[in-house]
């Protein structure tokens, strides 16, 4: 579990540890070194103390520590950095001991301050919902089984039992939200109304299942108009707005995409009925509508090479191009293919704007740009290079596929040709 030495997980681990004695368990306790205070060291050696007097005393207890580094860029928020930074030295403390579940010794007025945080922050019901009493997430189940006790009980426990623990002097500090909210506002508001700890922590709780029916409601919508072509826009503009919006989120964190801002979703509302080919940038990738259908592509790493202007092939395989962000892929046919000897000196070009291409045999050529509209290709995916011959003869356009004037003859030894977008990072 995880152990800080503060007063509520020193509570939680000396009565964990009592349980697990009974049946034959034994307990990890995992500790963090933030090093954002000056008393971590001695907070870390305190931790092993404790954990090694309890061991003597015949509690099933092994100590393990984590140091963490923590490099903040502007802007960035300490306190959001800091927690990232914990679960996962957490989770691969816990992986590194076996064991895939971690308690965490969150409380009820714990519960009832994240609501109000969430609040203030403008969240939505899913953030209203607080923290779930366990939860799996990254191969580890977190679990918080004092979630609904009060923090008075917890006082009471380690009274009770004479517990050391220590005081984190960065509960002071006025620069995070979480300590303003506990210092300044919460002994108003208990003063102002006595029982606000539990009625907010009810309240999160019936968020919480508020939460679990509109995520049920939004994933039976997108089985009507959601599938591995993307969202069908004309069915999902048939769902009453207030059901569209839910299924409009869950089909984004389905396909990938990262945290979506309440300001993103209200664009996406207004503009996404809209005609036409368009794009948005998200956290994580772009979001593209097509011919009626919206998807989401994850973002590449970014490309910083020099475009290649020249390639040889001399046979069948996987030819990366990283300046071009794809591969050519080179497969031997007895047919619809280019004559291998036409690939050893290929020129790779941008679009110039005047080539043409001609679709099959038997049909005139048009320009590219005519060609790539009669075939759907949108305009993402016609970034890859055009291949030419040695004598500047266009042979290959990716997304369009070999112009027909540079089909091999019959019994000549040819090659398929096509392009691969690398895969996203």
């Not at 009565?15 to 963090?32: D, N, S």
């Not at 914990?86 to 519960?111: F, I, N, S």
């Not at 030819?319 to 619809?336: F, T």
């Not at 009669?374 to 290079?385: I, K, L, N, T």
Request: proline fraction near 5%.
């Amino acid at each position: 579990m995880a152990y800080s030495g503060g007063r509520d997980s020193t509570a939680l681990l000396h009565a964990t540890l009592k349980a697990a004695a009974e049946l034959g368990l034994q307990v990890h306790a995992l500790h963090v070194h933030h090093g954002l205070s000056t008393h971590a060291d001695e907070w870390l050696a305190h931790c092993a103390t404790q954990c090694e007097r309890w061991a003597q005393r015949g509690l099933p207890v092994s100590f393990h520590a984590a140091h963490v580094q923590l490099m903040p860029r502007r802007g960035d928020s300490l306190e959001a950095l800091a927690r990232r930074a914990r679960y996962a030295a957490l989770r691969t403390m816990a992986l590194e001991q076996g064991t895939r579940l971690v308690l965490l010794a969150h409380h009820r007025r714990d519960q009832a301050e994240t609501l109000l945080l969430q609040g203030l922050r403008g969240a939505g019901v899913a953030g209203l919902a607080g923290m779930p009493a366990q939860v799996e997430r990254d191969g580890i189940t977190w679990a918080r089984p004092w979630l609904a006790r009060p923090r008075a009980a917890i006082e009471g426990y380690l009274k009770r039992h004479r517990l050391r623990h220590i005081d984190d002097d960065s509960n002071d500090d006025p620069r995070f939200a979480r300590n303003r909210l506990r210092l300044q506002v919460w002994p108003a508001l208990a003063a102002a109304f006595p029982q606000a700890e539990a009625t907010l922590a009810d309240a999160a709780t019936w968020a919480a299942q508020a939460a679990a029916g509109i995520a049920d409601l939004a994933i039976e919508d997108l089985g009507r108009c959601a599938d591995a072509k993307g969202l069908d826009l004309a069915a999902w503009r048939s769902l009453p707005p207030h059901r569209a919006v839910h299924a409009l989120r869950a089909w984004l964190r389905a396909a990938g995409a990262r945290t979506v801002k309440a300001s993103d979703v209200e664009r996406l509302m207004a503009e996404l009925p809209a005609p036409g080919a368009a794009r948005w940038a998200l956290q994580g990738g772009e979001l593209r509508r097509y011919r009626g259908r919206l998807r989401f592509e994850r973002a590449s790493m970014a490309n910083t090479q020099t475009q290649e202007t020249a390639l040889s092939i001399g046979r069948a395989g996987r030819y990366a191009l990283p300046g071009w962000g794809g591969v050519l892929v080179v497969k031997a046919v007895r047919e619809g293919g280019v004559a291998l000897e036409r690939l050893a000196a290929l020129q790779l070009l941008p679009r110039q704007g005047a080539e043409r291409f001609q679709l099959a045999p038997g049909r005139p050529p048009r320009s590219l740009k005519k060609q790539f509209q009669a075939r759907a290709v949108p305009e993402w995916s016609r970034q890859g290079p055009l291949l030419h011959d040695a004598g500047g003869r266009l042979l290959f356009v990716p997304g369009l596929g070999i112009d027909a004037r540079a089909l091999a003859a019959p019994g000549t030894r040819q090659m398929a040709l096509s392009w691969q977008d690398a895969d996203p990072a």
